[in-house]
């Protein structure tokens, strides 16, 4: 462990010896022939890591205890340094649960969505001779009439079989419930799949169901799917039965039949392309019948800006709705329609989806069709988007400045920085890393070349958000200081001081491909 190049009980001079001297052997430099040169690069750098591990007394301890899987345990960087072997026995054996901790949120692939109500008609459907007999002096009334909330989570259980489980809470004007879902999946082959669904609520009752997938051909499948709900009044059972086909490359045609409490059959045409998005829908049913017709239109930008438009009618009414949605970082979308419909009235949604999170604003403006409620809901939001984006601009452009006074006394200067939840476990690469880019926000919190955050979650810092609810997070930055690159990794609620004078430095992987390396701070 330790005695492939030097003895265990090497000094540290002799460390250093040795190590240039086999440098000076295997530098690939010195060798024209290609096989030769390659084998003395492999040479080169296995010397390179174990002068790294031995010439660091708590490396080489845990090394010497663990071999080089205990060195591949993420967190040792922060670790107190001058433990004794049994201490650092206990750190291995603490960071390994809060992998696997880590492992088993992974693959937990946590959604949620949160949907909240908000009833302003009192901006607009108030007359003027209740004004001096509303309570507050006659200022408009807005309030939250309903709240739901749902979150799923799943986990495979075997190669072929994954379980979901799943619940909502909803309330309308003091009045709520809830329920609860569990499902199992089984992949049968390749060109299907079946689940069960269990279910209980407070309202309903208990619910069965059974779904099953089955590809038929190459471009035409077929979903069946059964329940039955359990209520007071006795059992309420259903069924559905879709089939799907391509009819072109960028055409699908769905027929699909209901029955039960709310029999229907459904007939739609969906062209989706790469610069826009059709829908056109027939449904004939009890109690509900209607057409419907959408069209989107996507930009070829960076930020994928997409306008649409809709109109539904039918027995209720008829509803026309248009709006738009755009990316504003590398995991949110914003979107924003406004709904004017007979007899529903005016209706501005707010939709932000971050990462696997999904938030509803749904503003209710009025009862009746008033061209003044359609004017604000339409105006309103590009008024505040456009007020927040010039407010983005300045902050860039104070970073700018910021960063040319630094450069130019050598000062502090963040090259780049992120913040959520990183994957660094070999066995968990093909989790998707959640994590945003809070390079701007940083720069602007440097003051006279330092940067000092207090011991908080970084989500609450200005231009932070939390891109990954319920996981565990960290800070991870590269920043340039007296013409020096550093790097640290600093957990979501630690405290951090940079540049910091520290007693001990560590040595990582050259950021480049000559021999210039980066030194990581240990905050």
């Keep these: 462990r330790g005695q492939g190049y030097w003895g265990d009980e090497a000094t540290q001079d002799e460390l250093k010896a040795s190590y240039r001297r086999l440098c000076m052997l295997y530098h690939p430099d010195k060798h024209r022939d290609p096989e030769l040169k390659s084998q003395a690069e492999q040479l080169f750098n296995q010397v390179h890591q174990a002068y790294e591990v031995l010439s660091d007394p708590q490396s080489r301890a845990i ?28 750190e ?64 495979p259980l075997t190669n072929s079989d994954t379980a979901m489980l799943s619940g909502s809470l909803s309330t309308h004007n003091g009045n709520g419930g809830g329920n609860i879902n569990m499902t199992v999946r089984r992949v049968t082959s390749a060109k299907g799949w079946g689940e069960l669904e269990f279910g209980a609520g407070d309202i309903l009752g208990p619910l069965f169901g059974m779904k099953v997938f089955r590809n038929l051909t190459p471009r035409c499948f077929l979903t069946a799917q059964c329940g039955m709900q359990f209520s007071p009044r006795g059992v309420r059972p259903s069924c559905s039965l879709m089939t799907a086909r391509h009819l ?75 709006g738009a949605e755009r990316k504003i970082s590398r995991h949110s979308v914003l979107a924003a329609t406004v709904s004017v419909g007979v007899p529903q009235g005016v209706t501005l949604k707010i939709r932000l989806a971050r990462a696997n999170q999904t938030y509803l604003f749904p503003v209710h403006l009025t009862d009746q069709l008033l061209p003044s409620a359609v004017f604000y809901a339409t105006v309103g939001p590009l008024l505040v988007y456009m007020a927040i984006h010039r407010l983005v601009l300045l902050m860039q452009e104070s970073v700018r400045r910021i960063i040319e006074g630094e450069e130019s006394k050598m000062g502090l200067i963040i090259l780049n920085a992120w913040y959520g939840k990183f994957v660094t ?74 540049p910091k004078q520290c007693k001990y430095t560590t040595t990582t992987q050259p950021l480049y491909n000559h021999n210039s390396t980066v030194t990581t701070t240990i905050s």
Excluded at 119 to 140: K, N, Q, S, V
């Design 63 to 90: 090394y010497d205890i663990f071999g080089k899987k205990g060195l591949e345990v993420e967190g040792w960087e922060i670790v107190e340094r001058k433990r004794t072997p049994v201490e650092i026995r206990e």
């Design 92 to 155: 291995y054996e603490r960071l390994q649960r809060e992998r696997e901790e880590r492992r088993l949120q992974q693959r937990t692939n946590p959604k949620g969505t949160i949907s909240v109500g908000v009833d302003a008609t009192d901006l607009f459907d108030r007359y003027d001779e209740d004004f001096e007999e509303m309570p507050g002096g006659g200022f408009p009334h807005i309030e939250i009439n309903r709240m739901h909330i749902s979150q799923s989570i799943e986990a």
């Design 248 to 322: 072109d490359q960028n055409t699908m045609g769905y027929l699909q039949w209901r029955w039960g409490p709310h029999s229907s059959m459904t007939t739609s045409v969906v062209r989706d392309t790469k610069t826009s998005h059709f829908t056109l829908a027939l449904q004939l049913g009890v109690p509900h019948s209607y057409l419907m017709m959408s069209y989107q239109y996507k930009f070829q930008d960076e930020d994928q800006t997409k306008v649409k438009g809709s109109i539904k009618t039918g027995w209720f009414g008829t509803v026309v709705e248009y």
């Design 425 to 498: 476990d070999n066995s968990a690469r093909q989790e998707r890393a959640q994590v945003i880019d809070v390079t701007v926000p940083l720069q602007c919190l440097v003051k006279d070349s330092k940067l000092i955050l207090t011991e908080a979650s970084k989500a609450g810092l200005p231009g932070f958000y939390d891109p990954c609810v319920g996981e565990d997070k960290s800070l991870k930055l590269l920043y340039q200081f007296r013409g020096v690159m550093h790097q640290v990794l600093s957990a979501d609620t630690e405290a951090l001081r940079i």
